[in-house]
Every structure is written in C-alpha cells, then in structure tokens.
C-alpha cells in the first residue's frame, strides 16, 4: 500500500509557465513518434498547468522549424527532379499547414503554433537572432573561426549540412546516416571527422575547403555546466536520461585509435600536441588518447591524417556553430564580424520558442488585451518565478541540455534554466522507426482513420516513454501476426477478434470505466416523470461525502499532482486508472446496496441512493478534473453536463473542497445547482 500523501507536502508550482514541444522540420508532416513522444506529453502538461495555475499564466508555444539544409535539400529534390514549381517559402508554409491540421486531428492546441519563416512570427524571430548574437558579441563569447566546409567540385559548389553522406565517428555510435558535421542521433562533430564523405549531388568524395564562421565558445562553460549537471542529480523533476546524457558530453577531449594502429601512432606520436596514452583494459580493441582541450585534439587530426592511422572521438564540448552559408536561414547582422551569412538552424530552433512567446504576447496586446506586449518576454523566461518545461526527443539533448544552457548562461539576462522532459523513442513493431524499413510507419495523420485521438492520446501517455525506449504496435498495421485481407490491404484488429489491440487498451478504461460512473451520476438524478423519490431532482445532490470517498479523493489529487511534479505522466495517468476503477465499484457497491434496501424500506434505501450519488458526484468530478489534460474532449463534454463554466469546473482552487462548498462557490445553494439532462444511451467517449 503506498504511504498516505499529505497536504503539507504538495509541490510549489511557478506563477506563469511556458510549455514548449520540439519543433518538427518544414519538409514533411509530422511523424507518429513526434506526435505522441512529445506534442501530446507537452499538451497534456499544458493543460495541467492551465487548470492548476491558470490559464491566463501558461503559453504552449511551438511552430514548424523552417530552415536549414534538410528542408533545402528536400525542396531541392523536389523541384528537380519532380518538376515543383512554387517557391521553398511555399512548400515549407503547406508543410506547416499539414502539422497544424495533424495537431489539431489529436486535439492539441498549442497557444502559439507557428514558423520560424512564416507570419506572424519571421520578422519577431530575425530580431531575437540579432540579439541573442549581438549580445553574446558584446559577452565576449564568439569567435570567427575558419574551419574546412565540404566542397563538391564536380557539381562545382559547396555543400550544405544534409548534401554530405558518411558515418558518424563518435566513440560507440552505429549510426551509418551521419551527415556534415552531425549525425541522425544528434552527435556534434567537425567535417575531417566524418568517415567515407559522398556528395549527395554526384555521389563523389567531396573536398574540404576552409570558410570562415562565428562560434559559441561552450568549452568555455565546461565547470559550469559540470556545476549544473551535479545540481539536477538529486532533482526529482529532471529525468534520468537527461542527467545521464549530459553527463556524457563533459569528457575530457578524446580519441580512440583501434590496437592496429598502434605502429603507426607511436612512429608519429612525436608529432601530437601534449596528450596522455591509456591503455587498453582487457580485451580492448582500442587505446585512448587524451587531449588538455579540443584546441589540441584538433590539431593533432592532421597528423594521424598524414601517417594513415584511423580514430573515433569521444563526446566531448566544442565551439558551437553559430552561422552558416547556406541561403535558406535567418540572416544574421554583419557586426557579428562576418558578413553575408546566415544564422545555423540549431542555435535559432532554441530561442525560437522565445520568438514564438514574443509573437503570442503581440497578440494580446493587438487583441486590445494590453495585459502583455512583445517586449514582456523576460517575465516568462528570466523571471524566478516563471519556468519553461521543454518537452523533446532524447537525440535532442545535447542541444537544449548542453548548448542552451551554457548559452543562456552567457548572455547574462538571468534567463531561467528550462525543465527538459526528454522522452526516449517510441519504437514501431519493435524497432526504430524508419520510412526506409520493410514496414514503414504510418503518417501520424493516418493512425486518425483507425483510432480516435482519445484513444491514441491515453495509449501514448501510458507507455512511460521518459523510462525506455517503448514499441507502438497498432493491430490496425500489425500485418505480423493479423496477415493481410485478400485484397492485399491490412487486416484491422476488429475483423479478427483473437488479436488484442494494445492501442485499445487504455480505451476500455474511459468506455467502460469512466463512462459508466458519469452516465450513472447524471441518470442517477436525472428527474422522472411521476416518480416522486427525493433523489431524482435533476441537480447535484447536497450533502457531505462519505469519509472514505474524501480520503480517496484527497489522495487521488495529491498523488496525481506530485506525478506530474515529477513530470511522471504515466504515473499520473495510473493514479486516475486506479482511481477511476475504485469509484466505480464503490458506485456499483452503494447502488446496488441502496436498491436492495428500497425493496424493504424505500425511504432508507433512497437515503442510502442519494447518498451513493453525492460520492459518485464528487469522484466523477475529481477525476473529470484529473482526465482533463489526457482526454480532453470527453472531459469538456462531462463539465458541459455539469452545466459549469470550463474555467471554473476545471480550476484546481476549489478541487479538495466538497461538492457542496463548490456548488456554494458558485452562489447557489447545496442541492440547488441544476445538471443538464443527459440523452438516452449517451456516451462521453465513443469510438
């Protein structure tokens, strides 16, 4: 039995929060894994947050991430070899418009889902480039660096990021699609780096030439960041996976050079900056070569070049690219120090959620609101008592765990350090999800034609993706074990009733669970034509809930809540299966009892009926509270019949109170506040 949960003990949340969800590429629409390993978690705790601190204290703020070299190389195939004849701007504006539609499909409503290209945002989103990078100028903190830039010289150019195809050289990474300077798992490398370059365009090995860039010194920032990290681990809101990652990139500089080359190494080691040797331990394949910074780890890349000898870095902190020289980006100021060049789309994607908060704050105040302006962006993110939870892959952690707070840190506007919920990938059938695999995953918008959102969004929500790496395995597509139709199409899950469908799992809880308890409230006083019973009056029945049915309710809220502190949403999503399930026996216990009782004594069992449906009122509307963020629809449809406004029914002020003191909250008397009359056979959540 899990020890009781006190009041004294209840998480302190901030006055105003942002809510943000990584950002998807403007080259295609969204992928079953970014919906629901990150938008639908990131929608779920907005909501929470609404309820519990206001609506009008949280902005849910994302957009499509609309630069860069993989939406230039996409558009590029796609005008050249099938004959696209609209403008990048265009196609990155109808890709955008398809995300929108796919998260609007799965009821998730973002305060503020833009483009960091598109209006309203691209102008807002060009001046917040230019003062982030002014600003880390004025710091002291970039640097113009000329480094090497694949060059093709048969297609006679220079390569963008996604134009260059090898595999990854980090120590311990089997990723074979790394691309210029990172690969598909999110690993930071230099171009020399890369092992077995082509050139997309001519499949040739392309040269490297020097360019010059502006740079971010995050070795810099290494004690910080080593401070930092220390700090979250005894941090019960911060995840294992984001300690454990960050953890990874704070390694002294390091190569691995595998025990073949050890000849050729000693004959030129002579030649390497200051380093120290380690040995291989046991059956090793490889020795280490340690390096006092990057500087010289760099360096010594020609050398081992030169005499043949072949290594593997270590993850390790090294200048973080600022700008870049492809076209397609958000121009950056020429007093950066160089001149023509664009901004990289890493660093712009993090204060891109910025940009987006200075868009919705506009709004308001082009609403005649006159609450907020553009300018008020610091009261959501350098306030102390504001806070942002990032909700993101777990290949983005280097970036927003490492590169972004090192760079919040130097700018020195006391920006907040945000909450990263990192979630580990939702894998399909078993396996990473690929477009390339024997089975491809299904768009995110077309799981919509074989499930309800509400189905999906508990499913999702139940796998505890911030624990492990989990598979969606929809019978709907699971031609494995459900074979195919004979018309070659797949054979959904309902035409074989042997096959369980795990997506449905979660659905018997709101079905057959959720829906019983609220149908049976509001039927339960419902009035009856001639029936002169006490009980059907057609409003929430006064009275004070049984001490047991308070206690389940207290305990369900504080345990609910302490979850989502601990950013534990499959916890919190247990706490209301499990609460749910209770109510509903106790429902069917009391009711049955209360019907035996009128057979003998129809007075005593009406006492025993209204009774029953005061507790049933009370955990029906705790648990309304509690679903809200999961399952949104039907929980708005259960506070319609309430006949309660959503933002009084929904608020947390008033949730540990009775039901009659609610009721009193909103000027009427216990007994008085009348529901709306349910139809016949209703159901809150059909599918």
Not at 58 to 64: C, R
Not at 168 to 192: M, R
Not at 311 to 326: C, D, E, M, Y
Not at 582 to 592: G, I, Q, T
Request: charged content about 25%.
């Amino acid at each position: 039995m899990a020890p009781k949960l006190s009041i004294d003990s209840r998480p302190t949340w901030p006055r105003r929060a942002i809510v943000t969800a990584g950002m998807p590429y403007g080259n295609k629409n969204l992928h079953f894994g970014h919906v629901g390993g990150v938008f639908i978690p990131a929608d779920f705790y907005a909501r929470f947050l609404r309820d519990r601190i206001g609506r009008e204290n949280v902005l849910f703020v994302s957009g499509t991430d609309c630069y860069g070299s993989p939406i230039m190389e996409s558009y590029r195939k796609l005008h050249d070899e099938q004959g696209y004849e609209r403008c990048i701007a265009d196609y990155v504006e109808a890709n955008h418009d398809r995300q929108a539609a796919t998260l609007a499909g799965y009821e998730v409503e973002p305060d503020f889902f833009g483009g960091s290209a598109l209006e309203p945002a691209v102008h807002v989103h060009e001046q917040m480039t230019d003062e982030i990078i002014l600003r880390l100028k004025e710091r002291g903190v970039l640097e113009k660096r000329a480094t090497k830039q694949f060059y093709d010289p048969k297609a006679g150019q220079f390569l963008n990021g996604r134009q260059v195809i090898g595999r990854c050289p980090i120590q311990g990474c089997k990723s074979e699609k790394a691309y210029a300077d990172e690969c598909d798992l999110g690993h930071q490398f230099e171009p020399e780096e890369l092992i077995a370059p082509k050139s997309a365009l001519t499949g040739e090995t392309p040269e490297l030439r020097p360019v010059d860039n502006i740079y971010f010194d995050l070795p810099a920032y290494l004690d910080f960041l080593k401070r930092y990290t220390r700090g979250l681990e005894g941090d019960e809101t911060v995840r294992p996976v984001v300690v454990k990652t960050l953890e990874e990139w704070l390694n002294p500089p390091q190569l691995y050079i595998q025990n073949k080359f050890r000849e050729a190494f000693d004959a030129i080691e002579g030649q390497l900056p200051p380093h120290t040797v380690t040995e291989p331990e046991g059956n090793k394949s490889s020795f280490t070569v340690t390096f006092p910074s990057w500087r010289e780890r760099d360096a010594a890349h020609e050398v081992l070049g030169a005499a043949g000898v072949r290594f593997r870095s270590g993850k390790a902190l090294v200048p973080f690219r600022i700008t870049g020289n492809i076209s397609w980006g958000v121009p950056v100021t020429d007093e950066c120090g160089c001149a023509g060049l664009t901004c990289w789309v890493w660093p712009e994607s993090l204060w891109a959620p910025i940009s987006f908060t200075r868009t919705a704050l506009g709004a308001d105040e082009a609403a005649g609101a006159h609450r907020w302006s553009t300018d008020d962006w610091r009261a959501w993110w350098c306030d102390p008592d504001a806070h942002v939870y990032q909700f993101i892959g777990q290949d983005n952690i280097y970036f927003y765990g490492i590169a972004q707070t090192a760079m919040w840190e130097a700018l020195g506007w006391n920006m907040q350090q945000s909450t990263l919920v990192a979630n580990y990938h939702v894998l399909y059938m078993g396996k990473k999800a690929s477009s390339s695999s024997k089975t491809p995953p299904p768009p995110a918008s077309e799981l919509l034609d074989h499930y309800s959102a509400e189905q999906l969004r508990a499913h999702f929500l139940s796998l505890g993706l911030g624990e492990k790496p989990v598979s969606f395995s929809p019978k709907a597509y699971d031609t494995r074990e459900t074979g195919k139709n004979p018309d070659g199409t797949a054979l959904l899950a309902r035409d074989d009733m042997r096959v369980i469908d795990p997506v449905l799992k979660e659905g018997t809880l709101l079905t057959g669970v959720f829906n019983r308890l609220a149908r049976s409230c509001f039927y339960g006083v419902a009035e009856k034509e001639g029936d002169p019973s006490a009980v059907r009056t057609g409003c929430i029945p006064a009275g004070a809930a049984t001490p047991e049915v308070a206690e389940a309710a207290e305990q369900a809220v504080l345990a609910f809540e302490q979850a989502m502190w601990r950013t534990e949403l499959h916890r919190a999503l247990g706490v209301c299966d499990a609460y749910l399930r209770a109510a509903n026996k106790r429902w069917s216990d009391a009711s049955k009892a209360a019907k035996a009782v009128q057979k003998e004594d129809q007075a005593a069992g009406d006492a025993l009926m209204h009774q029953a449906l005061v507790d049933a009122f009370l955990e029906l509307r705790v648990a309304t509270v509690l679903m809200h963020g999961i399952v949104p629809a039907g929980c708005e449809l259960i506070c319609e019949y309430f006949g309660i406004a959503p933002e009084t029914f929904f608020s947390w002020e008033h949730l540990l109170d009775p039901m009659d003191a609610f009721v009193g909250s909103l000027g009427e008397e216990p007994g008085a506040h009348r529901v709306k009359t349910l139809p016949p056979r209703f159901d809150f959540f059909s599918f």
